[in-house]
């Protein structure tokens, strides 16, 4: 099975940068996704990493660790927009997800 | 063509009685996800269709749960004789293909089950 833990909560101000992490069990792994969850609405994809190392797609990075079964997401230069639940997710074909990180960004 | 669309977008049941919920994935993605997320939850594996090949139903809590997809595109989620704990909303994805685990999932707007 899959086991996935990430922070309950993070607030940051508009402007910073937050790090969420996230460990990992797996039994099975092709790679690491996050993906962004609004109130209320359907999560939507993210990022990916497969490969050890870092992916920057614009203000969102992520990386993984597979020696270290652990990841994180970086959300740069926050905005409001930005407040939402994020998830890590452990990709062995279907995808197994942590309980989510709830983001609240302040002016 | 457009995104994952679901239906009903809301739906509230009386304990014990039959619902069915209906996924219609984006044209030509080949495999098609059914997950379930309670309140401040993440979310939670339920079954997986991909092409022909025999469904993962590893996800489905009990037997209570049936899944199946015609023709391989719409599937339908059936939860009969309901019970409280199956409040949750209930997501639905696809992704074009399932090779090395790369694709992206694309999700549907989800049911949101209330069970009474």
């Known amino acids: 099975g899959q086991s996935l833990e990430q922070p309950s909560e993070v607030t940051a101000v508009e402007g910073a940068i937050v790090q969420i992490n996230c460990t990992y069990q797996?039994?099975?792994?092709?790679?690491l996704s996050w993906y962004q969850q609004h109130d209320g609405g359907a999560p939507t994809f993210l990022s990916y990493n497969g490969l050890d190392g870092l992916e920057e797609t614009g203000r969102f990075s992520s990386f993984l660790s597979r020696s270290d079964s652990y990841g994180y997401l970086l959300l740069q230069e926050l905005q409001m927009k930005d407040s939402a639940s994020y998830f890590c997710a452990v990709d062995d074909y279907k995808l197994s997800f942590g309980a989510g990180t709830t983001v609240t960004v302040r002016a | 063509g457009a995104g994952v669309s679901q239906s009903p977008s809301n739906k509230v049941t009386e304990k014990g009685k039959d619902v069915e919920l209906r996924c219609d994935p984006i044209s030509g993605h080949t495999a098609l996800y059914w997950y379930r997320q309670s309140l401040g939850q993440g979310l939670e594996f339920l079954i997986y269709?991909?092409?022909?090949?025999?469904?993962?139903k590893s996800g489905l809590p009990s037997d209570r749960f049936s899944a199946e997809r015609t023709g391989g595109s719409v599937s339908t989620l059936t939860i009969q004789r309901t019970q409280q704990e199956d409040s949750a909303v209930y997501l639905c994805?696809?992704?074009?293909?399932?090779?090395?685990?790369?694709?992206?999932?694309?999700f549907g707007p989800g049911t949101r089950l209330l069970v009474l």
């Open positions: 994805a696809s992704s074009p293909l399932v090779t090395s685990g790369e694709e992206t999932q694309y």
């Open positions: 797996t039994s099975g792994f092709y790679g």
């Open positions: 269709f991909q092409g022909n090949s025999a469904p993962d």
